[in-house]
Protein backbone atom coordinates (compact mmCIF):
# COMPACT_ATOMS: atom_id res chain seq x y z
CA UNK A 1 0.00 0.00 0.00
CA UNK A 2 2.76 2.68 0.96
CA UNK A 3 4.48 1.88 -2.64
CA UNK A 4 1.33 2.84 -4.62
CA UNK A 5 1.21 5.75 -1.93
CA UNK A 6 4.26 6.99 -2.66
CA UNK A 7 4.21 6.59 -6.50
CA UNK A 8 1.20 8.42 -6.23
CA UNK A 9 2.64 11.44 -4.25
CA UNK A 10 5.76 11.55 -6.92
CA UNK A 11 3.00 11.58 -9.87
CA UNK A 12 1.41 14.15 -8.15
CA UNK A 13 4.08 16.28 -7.31
CA UNK A 14 5.73 15.80 -10.85
CA UNK A 15 2.53 16.82 -12.37
CA UNK A 16 2.82 20.26 -10.06
CA UNK A 17 5.80 20.75 -11.28
CA UNK A 18 5.22 19.98 -15.10
CA UNK A 19 2.13 22.28 -14.69
CA UNK A 20 4.28 24.99 -13.13
CA UNK A 21 6.72 25.26 -15.94
CA UNK A 22 4.77 25.05 -18.64
CA UNK A 23 3.08 27.86 -16.68
CA UNK A 24 6.43 29.83 -16.69
CA UNK A 25 6.93 29.17 -20.56
CA UNK A 26 3.77 30.28 -21.08
CA UNK A 27 2.63 26.85 -22.72
CA UNK A 28 -0.51 27.14 -20.86
CA UNK A 29 -2.40 29.95 -19.60
CA UNK A 30 -2.90 30.36 -16.33
CA UNK A 31 -6.78 30.13 -15.80
CA UNK A 32 -6.34 26.34 -17.50
CA UNK A 33 -3.48 25.38 -14.79
CA UNK A 34 -5.86 26.10 -12.16
CA UNK A 35 -7.71 23.07 -12.81
CA UNK A 36 -4.56 21.14 -13.28
CA UNK A 37 -2.47 22.90 -10.04
CA UNK A 38 -6.33 21.65 -7.78
CA UNK A 39 -6.60 18.30 -9.15
CA UNK A 40 -2.78 17.72 -8.56
CA UNK A 41 -2.66 18.68 -4.85
CA UNK A 42 -5.38 17.04 -4.03
CA UNK A 43 -4.09 13.82 -4.83
CA UNK A 44 -0.44 14.70 -3.15
CA UNK A 45 -2.65 15.89 0.29
CA UNK A 46 -4.60 12.57 -0.08
CA UNK A 47 -1.67 10.76 -1.04
CA UNK A 48 0.02 11.57 2.10
CA UNK A 49 -2.78 12.08 4.43
CA UNK A 50 -4.09 7.96 5.44
CA UNK A 51 -6.31 9.31 8.00
CA UNK A 52 -8.07 11.10 5.70
CA UNK A 53 -8.12 8.41 2.53
CA UNK A 54 -8.86 5.76 5.30
CA UNK A 55 -12.31 8.02 5.70
CA UNK A 56 -13.08 8.55 2.03
CA UNK A 57 -12.46 4.88 1.81
CA UNK A 58 -14.80 3.87 3.95
CA UNK A 59 -17.20 6.42 2.95
CA UNK A 60 -17.32 5.29 -0.50
CA UNK A 61 -17.07 1.49 0.37
CA UNK A 62 -14.04 0.25 -1.19
CA UNK A 63 -11.90 -1.60 1.35
CA UNK A 64 -8.64 -0.95 0.12
CA UNK A 65 -7.88 2.64 0.59
CA UNK A 66 -4.80 3.46 -2.31
CA UNK A 67 -8.06 1.81 -4.74
CA UNK A 68 -10.25 4.88 -3.64
CA UNK A 69 -7.10 7.32 -3.95
CA UNK A 70 -6.79 5.80 -7.69
CA UNK A 71 -11.17 6.65 -8.13
CA UNK A 72 -10.85 9.51 -7.27
CA UNK A 73 -7.90 10.51 -9.23
CA UNK A 74 -10.28 8.94 -12.21
CA UNK A 75 -12.72 11.00 -11.06
CA UNK A 76 -10.94 14.14 -10.90
CA UNK A 77 -9.59 13.91 -14.47
CA UNK A 78 -12.89 12.85 -15.75
CA UNK A 79 -13.85 16.82 -14.70
CA UNK A 80 -11.25 18.46 -16.06
CA UNK A 81 -11.28 16.56 -19.33
CA UNK A 82 -15.50 17.57 -19.79
CA UNK A 83 -14.28 21.22 -18.61
CA UNK A 84 -11.51 21.40 -21.48
CA UNK A 85 -14.25 19.94 -23.94
CA UNK A 86 -16.37 22.45 -23.15
CA UNK A 87 -13.32 24.83 -23.61
CA UNK A 88 -12.36 23.46 -26.54
CA UNK A 89 -15.93 23.46 -28.09
CA UNK A 90 -16.77 27.43 -27.36
CA UNK A 91 -13.05 27.87 -29.05
CA UNK A 92 -14.25 25.90 -32.02
CA UNK A 93 -17.07 27.90 -32.77
CA UNK A 94 -15.44 31.05 -32.45
CA UNK A 95 -12.60 30.06 -34.74
CA UNK A 96 -15.17 28.88 -37.46
CA UNK A 97 -17.56 32.16 -37.10
CA UNK A 98 -14.34 34.19 -37.12
CA UNK A 99 -13.10 32.32 -39.83
CA UNK A 100 -15.97 32.78 -41.93
CA UNK A 101 -16.38 36.62 -40.94
CA UNK A 102 -12.93 37.15 -42.29
CA UNK A 103 -13.99 35.54 -45.66
CA UNK A 104 -16.83 37.57 -46.19
CA UNK A 105 -15.16 40.68 -45.14
CA UNK A 106 -12.20 39.94 -47.77
CA UNK A 107 -15.29 39.43 -50.31
CA UNK A 108 -16.51 42.58 -49.29
CA UNK A 109 -13.19 44.38 -49.34
CA UNK A 110 -12.53 42.57 -53.01
CA UNK A 111 -16.12 43.88 -54.50
CA UNK A 112 -15.36 47.45 -53.69
CA UNK A 113 -11.90 47.35 -55.21
CA UNK A 114 -13.61 45.80 -58.12
CA UNK A 115 -16.25 48.52 -58.14
CA UNK A 116 -13.56 51.62 -57.46
CA UNK B 1 -40.20 32.14 -64.19
CA UNK B 2 -36.95 33.65 -64.23
CA UNK B 3 -35.30 35.59 -60.57
CA UNK B 4 -34.77 38.80 -60.55
CA UNK B 5 -32.54 41.33 -58.67
CA UNK B 6 -31.22 39.71 -55.84
CA UNK B 7 -33.81 36.74 -55.84
CA UNK B 8 -31.50 33.46 -55.81
CA UNK B 9 -28.20 32.67 -55.78
CA UNK B 10 -26.52 29.96 -56.12
CA UNK B 11 -23.57 28.42 -53.79
CA UNK B 12 -21.54 25.47 -54.98
CA UNK B 13 -19.15 24.88 -51.94
CA UNK B 14 -16.05 23.43 -52.94
CA UNK B 15 -12.74 21.83 -51.30
CA UNK B 16 -9.90 20.83 -53.92
CA UNK B 17 -12.49 20.35 -56.77
CA UNK B 18 -10.52 21.86 -59.14
CA UNK B 19 -11.35 19.21 -62.02
CA UNK B 20 -15.06 19.33 -61.90
CA UNK B 21 -15.84 23.32 -60.20
CA UNK B 22 -15.19 24.94 -62.77
CA UNK B 23 -17.67 22.23 -65.37
CA UNK B 24 -20.54 22.83 -62.33
CA UNK B 25 -20.42 27.09 -62.87
CA UNK B 26 -20.76 26.36 -66.39
CA UNK B 27 -23.57 24.10 -66.49
CA UNK B 28 -25.49 26.62 -63.91
CA UNK B 29 -24.76 29.57 -65.98
CA UNK B 30 -26.14 28.04 -69.13
CA UNK B 31 -29.00 26.92 -67.66
CA UNK B 32 -29.66 30.06 -65.27
CA UNK B 33 -27.46 32.94 -67.14
CA UNK B 34 -28.98 35.46 -65.08
CA UNK B 35 -28.45 33.86 -61.71
CA UNK B 36 -25.26 34.49 -59.96
CA UNK B 37 -23.06 31.74 -58.67
CA UNK B 38 -20.91 31.74 -55.78
CA UNK B 39 -18.10 28.86 -55.05
CA UNK B 40 -17.37 28.91 -51.16
CA UNK B 41 -13.51 27.78 -51.50
CA UNK B 42 -12.93 25.44 -48.06
CA UNK B 43 -9.34 26.43 -48.40
CA UNK B 44 -8.35 24.20 -51.23
CA UNK B 45 -4.88 23.54 -51.80
CA UNK B 46 -5.74 23.15 -55.40
CA UNK B 47 -6.70 25.38 -58.48
CA UNK B 48 -10.07 25.38 -56.89
CA UNK B 49 -10.58 29.10 -56.50
CA UNK B 50 -9.04 30.21 -60.37
CA UNK B 51 -11.12 27.64 -62.06
CA UNK B 52 -14.08 28.85 -60.37
CA UNK B 53 -13.15 32.84 -61.35
CA UNK B 54 -12.19 31.44 -64.50
CA UNK B 55 -16.01 29.74 -65.32
CA UNK B 56 -17.31 33.28 -64.12
CA UNK B 57 -18.43 32.76 -60.32
CA UNK B 58 -17.55 34.66 -57.31
CA UNK B 59 -15.89 33.25 -54.91
CA UNK B 60 -15.58 33.14 -50.77
CA UNK B 61 -12.71 32.06 -49.85
CA UNK B 62 -12.32 30.26 -46.24
CA UNK B 63 -9.01 30.99 -44.46
CA UNK B 64 -8.18 27.70 -42.98
CA UNK B 65 -10.42 24.38 -43.99
CA UNK B 66 -14.13 24.63 -41.65
CA UNK B 67 -15.42 20.76 -43.25
CA UNK B 68 -18.55 20.66 -45.11
CA UNK B 69 -20.93 22.79 -42.37
CA UNK B 70 -19.26 26.11 -42.00
CA UNK B 71 -18.39 26.16 -45.57
CA UNK B 72 -22.09 26.15 -46.39
CA UNK B 73 -22.61 28.50 -43.80
CA UNK B 74 -20.17 30.58 -44.67
CA UNK B 75 -22.10 30.80 -48.46
CA UNK B 76 -25.33 31.34 -46.38
CA UNK B 77 -24.14 34.07 -44.17
CA UNK B 78 -22.86 36.19 -47.62
CA UNK B 79 -26.21 35.57 -49.04
CA UNK B 80 -28.27 36.48 -46.38
CA UNK B 81 -25.82 39.80 -45.51
CA UNK B 82 -26.09 40.71 -49.38
CA UNK B 83 -29.78 40.23 -49.15
CA UNK B 84 -30.73 36.71 -51.22
CA UNK B 85 -34.32 35.51 -51.08
CA UNK B 86 -33.41 32.23 -52.21
CA UNK B 87 -30.48 30.20 -52.06
CA UNK B 88 -29.85 27.00 -54.12
CA UNK B 89 -26.88 24.82 -52.90
CA UNK B 90 -25.11 22.68 -55.85
CA UNK B 91 -22.13 20.72 -54.54
CA UNK B 92 -18.97 21.62 -55.84
CA UNK B 93 -18.25 17.68 -57.30
CA UNK B 94 -20.51 17.94 -59.92
CA UNK B 95 -23.08 15.15 -58.97
CA UNK B 96 -25.87 17.60 -59.10
CA UNK B 97 -27.59 18.46 -62.42
CA UNK B 98 -28.05 22.23 -63.00
CA UNK B 99 -30.68 21.21 -65.36
CA UNK B 100 -32.90 20.23 -61.61
CA UNK B 101 -32.54 23.81 -60.27
CA UNK B 102 -35.24 25.47 -62.32
CA UNK B 103 -37.59 22.90 -60.64
CA UNK B 104 -36.30 23.40 -56.66
CA UNK B 105 -36.48 27.42 -57.58
CA UNK B 106 -39.97 27.18 -58.83
CA UNK B 107 -40.97 24.90 -56.06
CA UNK B 108 -39.13 26.82 -53.30
CA UNK B 109 -41.07 30.00 -54.77
CA UNK B 110 -44.44 28.66 -54.99
CA UNK B 111 -44.96 26.58 -52.21
CA UNK B 112 -43.87 28.89 -49.67
CA UNK B 113 -42.22 26.44 -48.11
CA UNK B 114 -39.13 27.15 -45.93
CA UNK B 115 -36.56 24.60 -47.76
CA UNK B 116 -36.64 22.25 -50.84
CA UNK B 117 -34.68 19.01 -50.99
CA UNK B 118 -33.73 17.92 -54.61
CA UNK B 119 -34.41 13.74 -53.90
CA UNK B 120 -32.93 11.20 -55.75
CA UNK B 121 -35.02 8.60 -54.46
CA UNK B 122 -38.30 9.99 -55.40
CA UNK B 123 -38.73 8.87 -59.24
CA UNK B 124 -36.10 5.73 -57.99
CA UNK B 125 -33.74 7.80 -59.57
CA UNK B 126 -30.48 6.94 -57.40
CA UNK B 127 -28.74 4.96 -59.90
CA UNK B 128 -25.25 6.71 -59.32
CA UNK B 129 -25.70 6.64 -55.51
CA UNK B 130 -23.52 3.94 -53.39
CA UNK B 131 -25.22 1.13 -51.90
CA UNK B 132 -23.91 2.61 -48.63
CA UNK B 133 -25.65 5.80 -48.87
CA UNK B 134 -28.87 4.42 -49.92
CA UNK B 135 -29.05 1.99 -46.86
CA UNK B 136 -27.88 5.19 -45.01
CA UNK B 137 -30.65 6.77 -46.26
CA UNK B 138 -32.93 4.29 -45.57
CA UNK B 139 -32.24 4.03 -42.45
CA UNK B 140 -32.41 7.90 -41.95
CA UNK B 141 -35.97 8.22 -43.92
CA UNK B 142 -37.08 5.15 -40.84
CA UNK B 143 -35.72 7.73 -38.26
CA UNK B 144 -37.14 11.24 -39.32
CA UNK B 145 -40.18 10.09 -40.38
CA UNK B 146 -41.60 10.27 -36.42
CA UNK B 147 -39.81 13.50 -35.27
CA UNK B 148 -40.46 15.49 -38.92
CA UNK B 149 -44.07 13.93 -38.74
CA UNK B 150 -43.87 13.53 -42.77
CA UNK B 151 -42.08 11.08 -44.94
CA UNK B 152 -38.76 12.52 -46.10
CA UNK B 153 -37.34 10.35 -49.41
CA UNK B 154 -33.83 11.85 -49.29
CA UNK B 155 -32.63 12.92 -45.87
CA UNK B 156 -28.99 13.32 -47.22
CA UNK B 157 -29.31 15.34 -50.02
CA UNK B 158 -27.21 17.49 -50.22
CA UNK B 159 -28.63 19.56 -53.00
CA UNK B 160 -31.44 21.98 -51.45
CA UNK B 161 -32.57 25.19 -51.94
CA UNK B 162 -33.86 27.62 -48.64
CA UNK B 163 -35.73 30.79 -48.44
CA UNK B 164 -34.90 33.60 -46.85
CA UNK B 165 -36.64 32.77 -43.49
CA UNK B 166 -34.18 29.01 -43.26
CA UNK B 167 -31.43 31.30 -44.26
CA UNK B 168 -31.81 33.83 -41.37
CA UNK B 169 -31.76 30.36 -38.83
CA UNK B 170 -29.36 28.90 -41.03
CA UNK B 171 -26.59 32.01 -40.72
CA UNK B 172 -27.24 32.25 -37.11
CA UNK B 173 -27.20 28.04 -36.40
CA UNK B 174 -25.91 25.61 -38.68
CA UNK B 175 -24.61 21.94 -38.10
CA UNK B 176 -21.31 21.79 -39.12
CA UNK B 177 -19.80 18.58 -39.77
CA UNK B 178 -22.83 16.29 -41.42
CA UNK B 179 -25.38 19.06 -41.95
CA UNK B 180 -27.95 17.72 -44.60
CA UNK B 181 -30.03 15.15 -41.78
CA UNK B 182 -29.50 17.77 -39.08
CA UNK B 183 -30.88 20.88 -40.74
CA UNK B 184 -34.43 19.18 -41.42
CA UNK B 185 -34.88 18.22 -37.56
CA UNK B 186 -33.66 21.81 -37.02
CA UNK B 187 -36.81 23.25 -39.05
CA UNK B 188 -38.78 21.06 -38.02
CA UNK B 189 -38.58 22.11 -34.55
CA UNK B 190 -39.08 25.84 -36.06
CA UNK B 191 -42.19 24.36 -37.80
CA UNK B 192 -40.86 25.33 -40.60
CA UNK B 193 -41.95 23.24 -44.17
CA UNK B 194 -39.88 21.18 -46.63
CA UNK B 195 -40.97 19.94 -50.09
CA UNK B 196 -39.28 17.36 -52.00
CA UNK B 197 -38.61 17.42 -55.67
CA UNK B 198 -37.47 14.59 -57.97
CA UNK B 199 -33.66 15.06 -59.15
CA UNK B 200 -30.59 13.13 -60.99
CA UNK B 201 -27.71 12.13 -59.21
CA UNK B 202 -24.84 12.46 -61.68
CA UNK B 203 -21.54 10.26 -61.58
CA UNK B 204 -18.32 12.46 -60.25
CA UNK B 205 -16.90 13.85 -62.46
CA UNK B 206 -13.37 14.05 -60.98
CA UNK B 207 -12.35 12.81 -58.12
CA UNK B 208 -13.55 9.97 -55.43
CA UNK B 209 -15.61 9.76 -52.78
CA UNK B 210 -14.15 9.91 -49.12
CA UNK B 211 -16.62 7.97 -48.03
CA UNK B 212 -15.33 4.50 -46.65
CA UNK B 213 -17.04 1.71 -44.75
CA UNK B 214 -15.52 3.12 -41.21
CA UNK B 215 -16.20 6.30 -41.72
CA UNK B 216 -20.03 5.23 -42.57
CA UNK B 217 -20.34 4.18 -38.89
CA UNK B 218 -18.73 7.50 -37.56
CA UNK B 219 -21.39 9.31 -39.73
CA UNK B 220 -24.35 7.27 -38.59
CA UNK B 221 -23.26 7.51 -34.98
CA UNK B 222 -22.54 11.17 -35.43
CA UNK B 223 -25.77 11.83 -37.05
CA UNK B 224 -28.11 9.88 -34.80
CA UNK B 225 -26.40 11.58 -32.11
CA UNK B 226 -26.48 15.13 -33.50
CA UNK B 227 -30.66 14.38 -34.30
CA UNK B 228 -31.38 13.21 -30.77
CA UNK B 229 -29.38 16.47 -29.04
CA UNK B 230 -31.47 18.88 -31.56
CA UNK B 231 -34.75 17.19 -30.90
CA UNK B 232 -33.52 17.82 -26.92
CA UNK B 233 -32.37 20.75 -27.21
CA UNK B 234 -34.15 23.05 -25.40
CA UNK B 235 -34.95 26.44 -27.04
CA UNK B 236 -37.87 27.93 -27.17
CA UNK B 237 -40.24 26.88 -30.29
CA UNK B 238 -41.88 29.19 -32.93
CA UNK B 239 -45.34 29.11 -32.57
CA UNK B 240 -47.23 27.25 -35.11
CA UNK B 241 -47.98 29.18 -38.17
CA UNK B 242 -51.37 29.73 -39.05
CA UNK B 243 -52.72 27.98 -42.05
CA UNK B 244 -50.37 25.79 -42.37
CA UNK B 245 -50.73 21.61 -41.93
Known amino acids: MDRLLNVMTGLSALLILLVLVSVRRARIRVEYSVSWLMAALALLILSRARGLLHSIADLIGVTYPPLALVLLTGCLFLVIFYRFSVIISQLKDDNIALAQRVAILEYHVQSLKNAG | ?245
Open chain 2, 1 to 245: MSPNGKSLLVIVPAFNEEGAVGNVVADVNRVMPDVPVLVVDDCSSDATVTVARGAGAEVLSLPHHLGLGGCVQAGYKLAFELGYQYVIRVDGDGQHDAADIPRIFETLHSSGCEMVIGSRFINGNGEHTSMVRALGSRFFRMVLRPILGKAVHDPTSGFVGVNRNALGVFSRSFPLEYPEIETLVVLQRRRFHFEEVPCRMLPRKSGRSSITPLKSIYYIVHVLLGVFVNVLKYERRAPKQPGRS
